[in-house]
């Protein structure tokens, strides 16, 4: 079926040209355009416009999960008749096996799988198999990591029509085969049960529960049940049961794949005797050879992902297969935010690579594990078909890759205007900031200062701090949930001022700052580069009175560009305005940045996990009571902290099972420093 886009508005501003001009430059050819759009401008119901016309299968690629849990709302919301996935890491929290050759520490890979979060991507991958053509999959840079291949998904689905003629256990071998579990008891996600001729079978994916009925080895009939009454809710012609997990593989690729290892693991051993590391020979043996036994017994083992290669039948150095292999030839990709989006997955390869590096090298891993990775940036730009970028500054990659093909959209719904850029000398800086300062936080309004180095940022926090301006400071040694907790606090109106050096990868959006100031804006580099200048400017651009003070004696290029830049937009964004007789309203609060998201049978969402209660806004550390609280106390907080992480996890709100993980690992390391005691 066709994309249906459903929304009670309609493309205003310079929506409707933007939509229709990467519209005309994809079929005109170009494989690459971008959509530049400033905050606030609507560019996600641009790109929802541009899918529903487009009619391609589409993957919507965001640099965090955070931001993708919101596209995926949003586009749910849009195509409510239509496929919207969610792919992301499922991991609740996850540390990485590695070695650290320097302390000789060797770190085991610790982790925790969110069920939800598996069964979305399993949802995923099967809907993109089954041939559908209205699909969006919205996803962080995770796609780009190894998962099965797609043949042997596809060759373990089990399909089943009625009047098929199978042999029972031909079924029920199946099922195994496509890593469901036999019960006796109640049915689960990937379980089914068997009673004399019948088979129930509940699917990994979502709730779908179905009864395989045969007579003399021919299907008889097929119905989706309750799985707890077990009452019939209707009869099917046919069901395709996908397997339970993205990793699967035939009897006859794991005995081949184990034989393989066989043989490089004796290649390995000779190259560690050779060189004279016996300590490295004897690791190796031991630990490959007690996974093989694993394998051979249970079917997996720990760290199964680094024997990859074998089981996908890869040559050594080629690719894995990863979510882009399961979307047919003619996708179309949205990269979100691509100014910060494509540098991440520039990235990803080599972070990768480094930590593998240290396991092949001492003798825990064999050669093969580095082949269990990213995609290169190279690989990743040789799969796409149709790329739209999406961004308010793009970079030159971007621009470079579409040529002509840069659609600008500038007008706002709401009507604001772009803040206006103002240059003001340093001398007396501070006490004019001070002076305006004031005047905002008169007006109820907040308060943004960037500084370029992170000790400007802590004495202006302490200066302002004696001076009695309520403040608080971000950069890179503040810890990320503790960033996180600074900004909701800002918009709770605990505090007036944020400062920082680089606030961009916050991820601010915030409509109740009014002012930013700009210190050092002459100092030419990354921090005041053009697209900083205009990305820091965009934080006020929510506001109706949004105002950037930037304090220079001198004026860089970048000041200049960004300034002619900006007063070329407020002109176009004026002139809109007084012809269409729109006055500016402030954009809706933020928040978060996350949104209410629809679960699969479309009711809403449970609400979002509110983490500012009092347990969560201190560390434990300045907790001076919990200190004494006895063994089985502590035991039942970090177990309400387990709890509640998984639940905020399970309705996609990361930044609360972030900070609820964090307190659970500190209760744990609490009740053992007093249990050593």
Known sequence: MDFKLVSEYKPTGDQPEAIKGIIDSIRQGFDHCTLLGVTGSGKTFTVANVIAELKRPTLVLSHNKTLAAQLYGEFKNFFPENAVEYFVSYYDYYQPEAYLPTSDTYIEKDLAINDEIEKMRLSATSTLLSGRRDVIVVSSVSCLYGIGNPADFHATSINLRVGDVLNYKHILYKLVEALYTRTERDLTPATFRVSGDTIDVMSAIGNNCYRIMLFDNEIEAIQSIDPVSGHRLDSLDEVTIFPANLFVTTQERIAHAISQIYLDLGEQIKFFEREGREVEAKRIKQRVEYDIEMIKELGYCPGIENYSRYFDGRQPGMRPFCLLD??????????????????????????????????????????????????????????????????????????????????????????LVDPPLEVRLTHNQIDDLLEEIDRYVKQDDKIIVTTITKRMAEELSKYLDRVGVRNRYIHSDVDTLERVQILEDLRAGLFDVLIGVNLLREGIDLPEVALVAILDADKEGLLRSVRAITQIAGRAARHANGNVIMYADTCTDSMRIAIEESNRRRDKQIRYNIEHNMSPRKAQRSGTGQISLLTPNGEPAPI????RTEEMRYPIAADKTIRYKSEKELDFLIEKAKTNMEEAAKVLDFSAAAKYRDRMYELQRLKDDINQH
Do not use: C
């Open 326 to 415: 399961y979307f047919p030839e003619d996708f179309l990709l949205v990269v979100d935010e691509s100014h910060v989006t494509l540098p991440q997955v520039r990235a990803m390869f080599g972070g990768d690579r480094a930590r593998k590096e240290n396991l092949v090298e001492y003798g825990f891993r064999l050669p093969a594990a580095r082949d269990n990775r990213p995609l290169r940036f190279e690989e990743f730009a040789g799969m796409l078909s149709k790329t739209i970028y999406v961004s308010a500054t793009p970079a030159d990659y971007e621009l470079i890759k579409s040529e002509t093909a840069v659609i600008e959209q500038i007008i706002r719904p709401t009507g």
């Open 608 to 611: 979002l996990y509110d983490t």
